[in-house]
């Protein structure tokens, strides 16, 4: 492992790019800047071909940025970025009304979701700013991380970059029980706001855009 | 030299710690042991599966303090108490990231039925998990274990005494304890 800018990538491997509306590509995250931006361009070239213009990622530098912001925030070994325009489900019981504080950036940090949803309209925050980090169970991709997704979603928006990552037990234990409320399966498009995880009361339930 | 990670035990219990809400608190005694936790644990065999139409919210309370319930009532949701004896030692430890409790890859899960295994897509592992389920009516996957070889015992010293290592894993936390045994009873419903 190098370490490029501060991401942190695994070096001579080919990482798979997950196959989102028939794309499927590979980026070689190597040794050198030149291959970097290499796998950049790959991906931006991807999305153009893919939904014929409609790409939600810039060109050059930022699509490196936007690789070396995606990788750090996904775990260890991890794969890739992506923007989609496919969506992603809810795949926890409930969300807490909050983000935590560590290790997350000051647009984040402690604020609540609805705050973030109202940056994200008024457009002081954009939804590059939210990476989903999510791994695949059979055909859907179902994100680890709720709060994002929720306060995206509350602001009618859908992720422009996916990580894409190894599935965990834990993640695959949130799978084990009933949802809080009747019409929120799991994985599913729905998630209910509860005020701590030991307050189940529902605040209310944020749904995936249409 | 290959170097082993500790094995989980998966305990054989028919409930699992409440993977989102488990509201697990531990009890000392007045010398500062581990004497019992209690926890929200979902009883899968109690869940009807029948899930009402409509937008109706569920509200779930806090479940207070731990009352002794009786076997015979149902509930998908009740607290349990687990009572340890000759608890030594425990420590509470908050989840080392968004994406799991504690740190998988440092254990051999191979005994944990509902664990994901190397080769494993999440489908593959829920289904072996629900058939593990039918078969023997314990939890695949229980949050609660006791890990062999474990290098916390070698730290205390304690690895050739008799006391065991065990691993509760809540959503944010999780809880080490060092214990000679220990039992299980169900209380209210939560």
Excluded at chain 1, 45 to 54: D, N, P, S
Excluded at chain 1, 64 to 70: K, N, Q
Excluded at chain 1, 110 to 126: E, F, H, K, P, Q
Excluded at chain 2, 158 to 173: C, K, P, R, S, W
Aim: aromatic share 8%; hydrophobic share 40%.
């Amino acid at each position: 492992m190098r370490e490029f800018g501060s991401a942190y990538l695994q070096a001579g491997e080919y990482v798979p790019i997950p196959v989102v509306a028939g794309i499927a590509t590979a980026v070689r995250v190597a040794t050198g800047d030149e291959t970097i931006k290499q796998a950049a361009f790959n991906i931006v070239a991807g999305k153009v071909a893919a939904f014929g213009g409609k790409v939600v990622i810039a060109t050059g530098a930022k699509a490196l940025g936007t690789v070396a912001a995606a990788s750090r925030s996904a775990a260890a070994g991890v794969v890739t970025v992506e923007s989609v325009e496919a969506g992603v489900l809810f795949g926890q019981r409930r969300v807490g009304q909050n983000f935590g504080v560590e290790g997350r950036p000051d647009y984040l940090a402690g604020r609540s979701i609805t705050d973030v949803a109202n940056d994200l309209r008024s457009g002081v925050l954009r939804a590059v700013q939210l990476p989903i980090d999510a791994f695949r169970v059979g055909n859907n991709l179902v994100s680890a991380n709720t709060r994002s997704l929720a306060a995206l979603s509350e602001a009618g928006l859908s992720p422009t970059i996916i990580n894409e990552i190894q599935p965990t037990t834990t993640l695959l234990q949130r799978f084990s029980e009933r949802p809080v409320i009747a019409n929120a399966p799991l994985p599913g498009p729905r998630v209910p706001v509860t005020p701590t995880q030991r307050n189940l009361n529902v605040l209310r339930v944020i749904k995936l855009p249409r | 030299m290959e170097c082993k990670s500790p094995v989980l035990i998966p305990a054989k219990v028919p409930w699992s710690v409440a993977s989102s809400a488990p509201h697990i608190n531990l009890y000392q005694t007045e010398e500062g042991k581990p004497d019992y936790v209690t926890f929200i644990a979902y009883f899968k065999i109690e869940d009807s599966q029948q899930s009402p139409v409509g937008t109706a919210v569920q509200f779930v309370k806090n479940p207070g303090e731990f009352r002794l319930g009786s076997p015979d009532d149902d509930g998908t949701y009740r607290l349990v108490c687990l009572t340890l004896h000759g608890g030594y030692s425990a420590r509470k430890c908050f989840a080392v990231s968004d994406h799991e409790v504690i740190t998988e890859a440092s254990f051999d899960w191979r005994a944990v039925p509902g664990a994901l295994q190397p080769g494993d897509s999440v489908l593959s592992a829920l289904s072996r998990a629900e058939e593990f389920f039918i078969e023997t009516g314990f939890s695949a996957n229980p949050g609660f274990y006791e890990v062999l070889g474990s290098p916390w015992l070698v730290e205390l010293g304690l690895d050739d005494a008799n006391l065991h290592h065990y691993i509760i894993v809540g959503h944010d936390e999780y809880f080490d304890i060092v214990a000679q045994d220990w039992h299980w009873k169900v209380g209210q419903k939560a």
